[in-house]
Each structure stands twice: as structure tokens, then as C-alpha cells.
């Protein structure tokens, strides 16, 4: 390891691992979601809805939607960096067994970085500036009302398209089960190398399993605050076993 990689590490796995979950654990309690059938995802996205909003604390409009999700982006790809940091270290003196299970919890990982991405791109960032967009023309006057009532029948129409919706679409449920897919693999091939506990891996694994259900609030939220705790109590258990190895 160069004297570069040292401090680097642990400071990435600080900035991944836990300022990143804190971040996205702060704007998804204001991540609505179950809107798409009532009042429908245009209805709802384009207006403010400061009160109690569909499982969020509160909705502040088409801004806060475009800029929720250029928050979420990035600080998603850092936990999967994270999550791909959590198998650091783990060689051939861990067995082949070991060794294939965390090489499949990358490919795992790097799937729930993309299509997540891709998701957030469509469904979030994509969808929060067009809204926006769509509302600045029609103040001023360049769309008529049988143009603006297409255009939000178009964007209602492609949030439940099945390809690359933003609820039930082939994007979005490969992003969601590869979150479960990652978490699972990464915490078989920790316990396969003996550098945690299944106590540990709980919480890691009741991760992937709420951020499969929806990164939404009040899912994501407590999918992100598990594993905050799952990778708190993996970085003391490592401290540990380097204390007790000295």
C-alpha cells in the first residue's frame, strides 16, 4: 500500500460509509412516494405540498425534486463505493469460495451504481427540470391548453412506462433488487473471510432489503441508517481484530 493509499482509504471509507447514508438519510424524509395512481405523478410533482406528503415530512415542489435527486445521484454512486470498499482486502488467502462471492458482489455493485443512476437521470433529475421547463412555457404562453394536457398525459404515461418508468420499470427494479443483491453478497463473502459476525451482517442485510423495497421515504431513510450502523460496527470490529493482532 503507496503512503498515498493510507490515510486515503479510511478517509473514503468515512465520506461513503457515512457522511453519504447521513446525507441521503436527511433528503429522502423528504422523498414522497405513492403518488402515481392518486392524485397521479404530474398532479402531484408540480405543485408544493408543505404538510405531510405521501410518507415524506413534506414536498416543496418541482425545484426540490430536480435537486433532491442531483443530491441523491452522486451520493449513491458513494455508497456503492463504499459497499465496494467493505470487500477490500479479501484475496486468495481467503479461499476461492470467498473470493468468487465477492467478485459476484461487485458485478452487483457496479449494477446497482448504473442502473440507479439511470434511474435518477430519468425519473428524477430528467423529470424534475422538464416539469419545470413545461410550467415556464406555459406562463408564458407558448403551449395552449390542449398542448400542455398532452404534454402531461406524455410525462404520466412514461412514469409508469415498463421499461423506464420511475415505479415498477425494468431500470428501476433492477436498480432496487441489485441494492439487495449487493448487500447480501457483500456481507456472505465478509462472513466467508471471518471479518464479521452475523449480529454485523444484519443490519447490512436489512439495507438492501429496505432500499429493495424503495429508496423513498420512509424506506430509505432506515435502509441508510442501517448501514450506517452495519459499516460502524464492521469498522470497529476491524480495529479490534488489528489491535488483537498486534
Known sequence: MSTFDRPMKPLLWWLCLFVAPAILIAVELFHPAGFTTSPGMYQ????????????????????????????????VG????????????????????????????????????????????????????TILVVQQMVAEGKLSPQQFEGIVQLQNTLWVDPVVGGVGSFVSETASWAALASAVLVAASLLQAGRAGWANMVPLVGFGWELQVAHASPHGPIAFALLIVAAAWLWLATRRRARTAV
Open 44 to 75: 402531484f410533482l408540480s405543485h408544493t405540498d408543505p404538510h405531510v406528503a405521501h410518507s415524506a415530512l413534506g414536498y416543496f415542489g418541482p425545484h426540490w425534486w430536480f435537486v433532491l435527486h442531483m443530491i441523491q445521484t452522486p451520493m
Open 78 to 129: 458513494l455508497v456503492a463505493v463504499g459497499l465496494w470498499l467493505m470487500l477490500d482486502g479479501i484475496g486468495p488467502s481467503d479461499g476461492t469460495a470467498t473470493r468468487v462471492t465477492a467478485w459476484l458482489a461487485r458485478a452487483a455493485i457496479f449494477v446497482f451504481a448504473l442502473y440507479f443512476t439511470i434511474l435518477d437521470a430519468i425519473g428524477g433529475i430528467g423529470l424534475g427540470r
